[in-house]
């Protein structure tokens, strides 16, 4: 059995395409490249953390884009694992029935603590998973700190961490993948896409062997 964590699928809403400039033709798009995606990582057996809005029902008047017909157990039919729902904004009128605004787990070595709106994030956690954002950050400072002078957080600002699946390649995402993550954001700085620090490091690699090659032909004995 394995853990998962994901927030945002906004599943049935077919407006967050163009909200979040998401890379879907349309809502069925989106919907079943999502569900495919989970399914590929999340096992029946696995559970998942959902940190919040997971899916988009329409109301009689609602405007065109925003939910559609199907309720969550509809799309819960369709995936795997068993979830753990933290309650999102948009999580109102989608069936689900959350009753969990806020969680604290212990995993990897690390006390998480688990909500959707990094708004409500605790200082008295180093790290906080959440959602909410989508595209926004991927892991940042929180910017405040415990003012409490005997609480463990005093003058600490805890991690912020995105689990959405708009900055995790419409995917869920492993503790192990969010802590490999968390050490290059902390060696590197808030460098969104790791991948621009591969790039960076294998130029630098091609840079550093290109000087070698020029150094040992200036200095090769005559």
Known sequence: ?????????????????????????????????????HNSRVKPEDVVFFLGDFCFKGTSGSKVGEGGPDVASIYLEK?????????????NNNSLKSIIKEAVIELGGHELFLVHDPADASPEYDINLHGHVHGKWKIK????SSPDPFSKAYKRRPILINVGVDVWNFMPVSIS??????ARWKRYGSIINPTDI?????????????????ADKILRPL
């Open 1 to 37: 059995m394995n853990f998962w964590f994901t927030a945002d699928y906004h599943l049935g809403h077919a407006n967050i395409i163009k909200y979040c400039n998401r890379p879907f033709n349309n809502v069925d798009h989106m919907n079943s490249t999502i569900i495919r995606n």
């Open 79 to 91: 995936l795997n694992g068993h979830f753990v729902f933290i309650k999102g904004n948009h999580d």
């Open 141 to 144: 400072r929180c910017n405040y």
């Open 177 to 182: 993948e969010i802590l490999k993550e968390l």
């Open 198 to 214: 591969d790039k960076e490091l294998d130029s630098i690699e091609k840079g550093r062997k290109k000087f070698k090659e020029c």
